[in-house]
Nanobody, 123 residues
Framework: QVQLVESGGGLVQAGGSLRLSCVAS????????MGWFRQAPGKEREFVAG????????YYTDSVKGRFTISRNNDKNTVFLEMNSLEPEDTAVYYC????????????????WGQGTQVTVSS
């Protein structure tokens, strides 16, 4: 099993920046692609960004391209999401997870989610 602890969320004004971190422990990190998801109130969870084990393959959903950057530090079992030019539409709880692919429709290969980190962008 994998344990995931997300942090770095907060309240920012539109146009601001945040850097999210996710520390993973247990199986399903080493050798796995990792992804960030988000879930806004009343909406389904959405796959936002993904990165392969060595970082050579990266995916972003269209709405965050050019604004978000995903990265990872495998020595520290950590995945990051740098978010710039934040918009009110980015408001959501953000989660990380090991994923089965680095394309649209990626799914969490673990059986659990972390607690997530709340990102709120005011207009």
């Amino acid at each position: 099993q994998v344990q995931l602890v997300e942090s770095g969320g907060g309240l920012v004004q539109a146009g601001g920046s945040l850097r999210l971190s996710c520390v993973a422990s247990g199986r399903f990190f080493s050798g796995y692609a990792m992804g960030w998801f988000r879930q806004a109130p009343g909406k389904e969870r959405e796959f936002v960004a993904g990165i392969s084990w060595f970082g050579g393959t990266i995916y972003y959903t269209d709405s965050v391209k050019g604004r978000f950057t995903i990265s990872r530090n495998n020595d520290k079992n950590t995945v990051f999401l740098e978010m710039n030019s934040l918009e009110p539409e980015d408001t959501a709880v953000y989660y990380c997870a090991p994923v089965d692919r680095i394309t649209s429709g990626a799914r969490n290969v673990g059986s659990t989610w972390g607690q997530g980190t709340q990102v709120t962008v005011s207009s």
